[in-house]
């Protein structure tokens, strides 16, 4: 009985709008077609173990893990900028004091990582991995520099636009998304299956950084803006009047 007790408290986590996330299966994506299930999915209600989620302490983030320029003997080759945003769950609530984690290729498009193979030079003085927790507000805030676009394998004379990977965990398992950041204006954007799987127009310009004046550093670094919507409750709660 205390068993159903719980599970009837639980709120689960809004499933994705149709159309806001990329299909399974995406040809044009080839990677994609190896991956995508070949069976129907099969729908599993929230219970407990999907709708709370690990906590990191402010001790286990130290400051310095959001600049990426730091660390290392030297500067690293490349623009600096600043991406910054709030992240923020489908009522618009902010998600704060949640991990997010972004890696990136340096300045030249190169990972720094053994399966990258890509004729490009490596940056001694750039790992390419950051993270941070949300303030109070859901604020989170990145220095690093300008990621390079680069080939691969996709099709014939395939290139990413440039972009910085993303993952965050929230507040639950079930929110945990990972996605990508893109610049605006990169020509490369409508050639790109993994930008363009995601069939509705306004949820892929979701995935563009705006440029933010604001957050830009006179003579050291151009800002970008990146709010990211993590899902919300499926019911809101009404508040009991005092
Ligand atoms: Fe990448």
Known sequence: MAEAFICDAIRGYRRPRPETQPPYLFPFYASTVKRAPTKPLVLLPHTLTEVTGPLFGTDEVRPGDSDLTLGHKGQPIGERIIVGGRVL???GRPVPHTLIEIWQANAAGRYLHKVDTHDAPTDPNFTGCGRALTDAEGRYRFVTVRPGAY????HPNAWRPAHIHFSLFGPALC??????????GDPLLPLDPMFTSVPDEAARNRLIAALDWQATVPQVAIGYRFDIVLRGREQTLLEKPS
């Open 89 to 91: 769950d489908e009522n």
């Open 151 to 154: 080939p691969w394998l996709n």
């Open 175 to 184: 929110t945990r998304l990972v996605t990508q950041m893109y610049f605006p």
